[in-house]
């Protein structure tokens, strides 16, 4: 009888383009375990009957587009994390039972601290988006006990509905909204230790027009969770006007390294997952 490898996956659609096989495979086969990666395309009028059979074989899979919502109602149970932020990216997959977490955002906050030696507690950070990415890492930062999270969109509504949804778990801390550039927005600038970006402005080289860096205190540390390209226009501006910067890739590389240390118990070697990545995204 033929020995058959343990199955791991990343589920989603479209799902080629994912470079998770490519990291999780090389940080696997460097520890010397026997499982494999591969990326599984699920259409969502598919996602139901994928979690009834084939989710059952997999010791845990990750989820991206368009599922991290979508999967909530299929699980067995929920982390805090995923709970307060309303999305899965990582299922376990424990005797039959699926229990979701979401590595996004501690995968983001492991990175700040790793690479950026960032400490979140009792410090003012402004977040640029209102997107599920927004939602995820100012939830950690408020888990991590943030002094104050000012949530800045172009559409001030939505800017609105994630610190309403968010203050209700997390009274301690000081909560605003804003309308990108506006004065609010200044100011809340001017008492910042950490700028992120979580809006999709940067990929493929797009830039802010005219970005209020002068508001912001040279040692304000600046964030951007997009990874392709690596230095955005937005970090390269921020590296000229002598700030600290923190790039993107670090969250992709800590989300991947939580999930599998949550189904494999062993602990990957980061500086693998992130050359490969790094070399990845050259070619592309
Ligand atoms: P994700 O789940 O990855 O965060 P999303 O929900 O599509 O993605 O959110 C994208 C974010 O980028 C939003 O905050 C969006 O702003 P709006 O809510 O106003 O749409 C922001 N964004 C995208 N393009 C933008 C642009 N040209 N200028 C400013 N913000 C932009």
């Known amino acids: 009888m033929g020995f058959k490898k343990k199955q791991l996956a990343v589920i989603g659609d479209p799902i080629t383009h994912s470079l998770s096989p490519l990291i999780q495979n090389a940080a696997i086969e460097k520890l010397k375990i026997p499982i494999t990666y591969k990326a599984i395309r699920v259409p969502s009028e598919r ?14 899979f990750n989820v991206t587009v368009p599922h991290k919502r979508a999967i909530l109602p299929y699980l067995n149970s929920l982390s ?33 601290h790793e690479t950026a030696h960032f400490d979140p507690r009792g410090k003012n950070i402004v977040v640029l988006g209102a997107g599920g990415a927004a939602r995820g890492i100012a939830t950690v930062l408020a888990l991590s006990r943030a002094k104050s999270i000012t949530l800045a969109n172009r559409t001030l509504s939505r800017a609105r509905e994630v610190v309403r949804d968010l203050k209700i778990h997390f009274k301690h801390v000081k909560w605003y909204s804003t309308v990108l550039f506006k004065e609010k927005f200044k100011k809340s600038l001017k008492q910042a230790h950490l700028l992120i970006n979580t809006t999709s402005i940067g990929l493929k080289g797009t830039a802010f027009e005219n970005f209020p860096f002068n508001h912001l205190k040279t040692q304000c540390l600046v ?25 993107g890739e670090g969250m992709l590389v800590y989300q991947g390294a939580l999930a599998l240390e949550l189904w494999t118990g062993c602990q990957p070697d980061i500086r693998l997952m992130k050359k490969v990545l790094l070399e990845a995204l050259k070619k592309r």
Do not use: C, W
């Open 47 to 60: 996602l139901k009957e994928f979690v009834r059979t084939q989710a059952r074989k997999l010791v845990g």
């Open 80 to 112: 805090q994390e995923a709970k307060i932020i309303g999305a899965v990216n990582t299922v376990l997959n424990k005797n039959g039972k699926l229990f979701g977490f979401n590595t996004d955002g501690t995968g983001y906050l492991k990175s700040l």
């Open 223 to 247: 964030s951007d969770i997009v990874y392709h390209p690596r230095m955005t226009p937005f970090l390269k501006q921020a590296k000229r006007l002598s700030h600290p910067i923190h790039t």
